[in-house]
């Protein structure tokens, strides 16, 4: 058992989820903050447990292969940026690791390729959207595992100019008397800065997240808001719940747009701060390229999106399919989807809001003949729920398309829906996080000639469905 401050000498063996080196010292699994892959350092033990204990790298005795000094000044205490002190190839090395053994042993597919990793020629400045949380100690960013905030004006992974919007705030904070949120107490009004731009149009709509419904003198922020390039909106979201989630489900137009327009390709969208949007809009065109061209589309399919956001994935694939179905749970998405639909001038897709594992199931019930020849999921970190894999099994689509960012309930996924009928062709990760430990991956399925699909609890009948499918809609 170790005790607090106690210093370890540790050689780092591999990396978790959250971004900690993990290490083995007398049986002991000790996750090394600070610290990568090949690296062995002295550890200070922060917080020591029965089996394992956090710690602090506070000197590295020899380097991993493709360490390097941090580019930015607040490497190693901001929680976001876990790999900054490896080289970008040794970053990508890396994920393509993980990757690799989720779908080798969580999946169980010793033989399905994983493609090499695409990694982004210049891995900086290529975040769309900033979120700031303010606090008494400032505005700023969390500290890695913790609400901390570590005061800052910028971060090299967002555009160059973000730090202006955030001194307007600063600016504002102080001169209006706007009191930031208290953690603790709950009490006090300003909890987060959000921003995101549009890559494509240069436009930026910033929204402040509020315990309360408004803030003093909201025309002195929009002022000095309005002034910085790019600037064409400024809302409030209202957040009024002691939880860490950072949106409240409640939005208010105070100035300008409430949503700014950004293209992906050809394809343009409207995107509410309410609504969730990739970050990275480089990776995104690699990303839903892949899927469009796993996919396989020929103009004659009926394709589900599901976890569609704001039908990004869905209009992208609209213009080579006969009908595309986009299923979301928020509701300011689906309403950006439809809009995003009409704006494109793409009469073949329909979106609806609700669970997809709930919406799904109802539509399929409700409309036997509905089909489904492929199916994308894009769904957030837990993966798809059980019941939206069984409802996919019954429907039995030629292909599933899998996005993903978090390889681990990928494999899962992949090998409940491998166990019944599919095939998986292949993985292919794209970084569209650099600097983070998070990585994306896309996988193709195949639906087994030779299978019978799933007659399962869907209250449907599916005999008929398959009948009404073969007999052509
Ligand atoms: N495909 C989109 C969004 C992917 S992010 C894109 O590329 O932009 C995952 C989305 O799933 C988010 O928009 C989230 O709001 C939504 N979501 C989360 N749980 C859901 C559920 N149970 N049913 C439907 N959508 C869900």
């Given amino acids: 058992m170790f005790s607090k401050n106690q210093i370890v000498p540790v050689t780092i063996e591999d990396i978790s989820d959250t971004g900690e080196g993990i290490g083995h010292v007398d049986g002991f699994t000790l996750f090394v903050s600070r610290a990568v892959p090949g690296d062995t350092v002295r550890a200070r033990i922060l917080k020591a447990k029965k089996t394992y204990a956090i710690a602090k790298a506070e000197e590295v005795l020899t380097p991993a292969p493709g360490r390097v000094a941090p580019e930015c000044p607040v490497a190693g205490s901001c929680g976001g940026c876990q790999l900054s002190f490896l080289a970008y190839e040794s970053q990508l090395a890396l994920k393509q690791k993980k990757v690799e053994d989720c779908i080798r042993r969580i999946g169980g597919f010793a033989d399905v390729p994983v493609l090499p990793i695409i990694g982004m020629e210049e891995p900086r400045a290529y975040r769309n959207k900033g979120q700031f949380p303010v606090g008494t100690a400032g505005l700023g960013f969390y500290a890695g595992h913790s609400h901390r905030i570590v005061p800052t004006a910028s971060c090299g992974m967002l555009w160059p100019g973000h730090e202006e919007i955030l001194s307007a705030v600063r600016e504002y904070l102080a001169e209006s008397g706007a009191k930031p949120y208290d953690e603790e107490t709950g009490r006090g009004l300003v909890r987060h800065v959000l921003m995101r731009k549009g890559f494509a149009t ?272």
């Fill in 202 to 473: 240069g436009e930026i709509v910033v929204c402040l997240v509020v315990n309360g419904t408004e803030i003093p003198a909201p025309e002195t922020l929009w002022e000095r808001l309005r002034k910085v390039e790019g600037v064409v909106g400024l809302c409030l979201n209202v957040n009024r719940e002691k939880t860490n989630v950072i949106l409240g489900d409640r939005l208010i137009p105070l100035f300008g747009k409430a949503s700014v327009t950004d293209c992906i390709g050809d394809v343009k969208f409207e995107i509410s701060p309410m609504s969730f949007y990739q970050v990275n809009p480089v990776q995104t065109k690699v990303l839903y390229d892949t899927a469009l061209a796993y996919a396989g589309l020929t103009g004659s399919e009926t394709v589900w999106d599901l976890y569609c956001g704001i039908g990004t994935i869905s209009l992208f694939l609209a213009k080579a399919a006969k009908k595309v179905y986009g299923v979301e749970i928020v509701p300011e998405a689906i309403e950006n989807a439809k809009e995003n639909a009409r704006i494109n001038g793409l009469a073949n897709a329909e979106f609806y809001v609700g669970a997809a594992e709930e919406v799904f199931p109802r539509l399929v019930k409700e409309n036997p003949a509905i089909g489904a020849d492929v199916i994308v999921v894009d769904p957030p970190r837990k993966g798809c729920d059980e019941k939206l894999l069984t409802t996919m099994l019954a429907m039995a689509p030629g292909r599933i398309v899998y996005v993903s960012c978090d390889p681990a309930t990928l494999a899962r996924d992949l090998k409940v829906l491998c166990a019944e009928g599919y095939r998986l062709e292949r993985v292919q990760p794209v970084d569209q996080f650099p600097g983070s430990v998070h990585v994306e991956s896309i996988a193709l399925l195949q639906r087994m000639s030779n299978t019978r699909s799933k007659e399962i609890t869907l209250d449907v009948d599916m005999e008929d469905y398959h009948r009404i499918k073969s007999e052509g809609r």
